[in-house]
């Protein structure tokens, strides 16, 4: 498709089906195809429904492969040979997972509690977040929203974990942890919540929980919740667990890299240029960002913008790293010859893109046209 739309256009809903494209995820299988997915919200939908492609080119390419009804806000992850699906079944739904051994094309349902329906007493939420692998173990972060308040401040964050050798679509094979909720005083006051967790293996060999925070000035937040060895405790320190993330008003996902010992992260980092725009809808930067502690964080590259932040974003982004690239795919408001999206955050793409040599990038803040 032309234009200009960055990178490689696996699928497009136009503003006027009033089906909106969310929650971009990606996969490797063991025959190095890769695997994508995405949900549909908006009032065309039923919210409830999944769509996942393949590729066999590395991402030249894409085409369908399954479209799952009963699945929402999910990661894509692979297993001891199996593809996994792990999210909630609609929107604030129940908790669910599916296995496919055909690379996407066939999925379990999750009938019940042996089947993949790992949680039915409550309204869940999550996203495409990191299924992490740590000391016998796999961690996936996840919220409910018995909170009250309305969103942002209804989200109660917890970590699920399960044994890697266990059946992972027995509801009894997962460990849940307590669920923390927002305290509106935090942050001076302006403390909405926190959403949208990554498990995170630490420098000291403990699993966080680092969580968007929904906290609308700058330098933007994040929260990093401390996990207990077994799984089943969570807590929080204000005093000394909100940390400066550079996009961390918006959704981001963060990965280890053995080969540089820094987490890296593709986030929303929002120009000074662009600072009078609201930061929680501030999404057409997309900038590389590392760290060697999970605490302090630095910009090392701009590498997607569009100088206009009312229609077009490059957000939600999942990312691998392959060798010295990083795969990534986006959930993209952009340009498209009928109308654009309907604004930044009603997206009508999902896009692939390859950022090749991504340790290399060193370039700060600069945007492309500032860089000499």
């Not at 309204?123 to 796999?138: D, E, I, K, T, W």
């Not at 974990?161 to 094979?173: K, N």
């Not at 077009?312 to 990312?319: I, K, L, S």
Request: hydrophobic share 35%; glycine share 10%; with cysteine.
């Amino acid at each position: 498709m032309g234009f200009g739309v960055p990178g490689v256009v696996i699928n497009h809903s136009p503003a006027s089906t009033r089906c909106y494209i969310g929650s971009p995820s990606i996969a490797v299988l063991p025959n190095g195809e890769y695997v994508a997915s995405h949900d549909l919200f908006g009032p065309g939908t039923n919210e409830d429904h999944t769509m996942v492609f393949g590729s066999t080119d590395r991402g030249a390419t894409w085409q369908k492969r399954a479209e799952i009804e009963g699945q929402f806000w999910s990661t894509l992850f692979v297993h001891q040979g199996c593809l996994y699906l792990i999210g909630t079944s609609r929107q604030e739904g129940f908790v669910v997972i599916r296995r496919s051994e055909d690379g996407g094309r066939t999925w379990t349902t999750p009938r019940d509690r042996t089947s993949g329906l790992l949680l039915d007493d409550a309204r869940y939420h999550c996203a495409p977040v990191p299924v992490v692998v740590h000391r016998g173990r796999l961690w996936r972060a996840m919220e409910d929203t018995m909170g009250g308040g309305g969103w942002a401040k209804h989200f109660r964050a917890f970590m699920m974990s399960a044994p890697i050798h266990a059946d992972l679509l027995r509801a009894d094979s997962w460990t849940f942890s307590n669920r923390l909720a927002r305290y509106p005083e935090w942050l001076d006051g302006k403390f909405g919540g926190w959403l949208e967790g990554n498990a995170v293996v630490t420098p000291e060999g403990k699993i966080a929980n680092i969580l968007r925070v929904d906290y609308r000035e700058h330098p933007e937040k994040a929260a990093v919740i401390s996990i207990s060895e077994d799984g089943t405790r969570a807590t929080f320190d204000p005093k000394t667990d909100f940390i400066d993330f550079p996009g961390g008003c918006k959704k981001f996902t963060i990965r280890y890299d053995p080969i540089s010992h820094l987490y890296w992260s593709l986030s929303n980092y929002v120009p000074e240029k662009h600072r009078s725009f609201p930061v929680e809808r501030a999404r057409n930067t997309l900038a590389l960002v590392c760290s060697h502690d999970l605490r302090h964080w630095e910009v090392r590259t701009i590498l997607l913008y569009h100088p206009d932040p009312e229609k077009h974003a490059f957000q939600y982004v999942d990312w691998l790293i392959e060798g010295h690239d990083l795969i990534a795919v986006s959930r993209t408001a952009y340009d498209d010859g009928m109308g654009g999206a309907h604004n930044q955050h009603d997206a009508n793409f999902l896009t692939f893109h390859r950022f090749r040599d991504f340790r290399q990038r060193n370039t700060g803040t600069a945007l492309p046209s500032e860089r000499a």
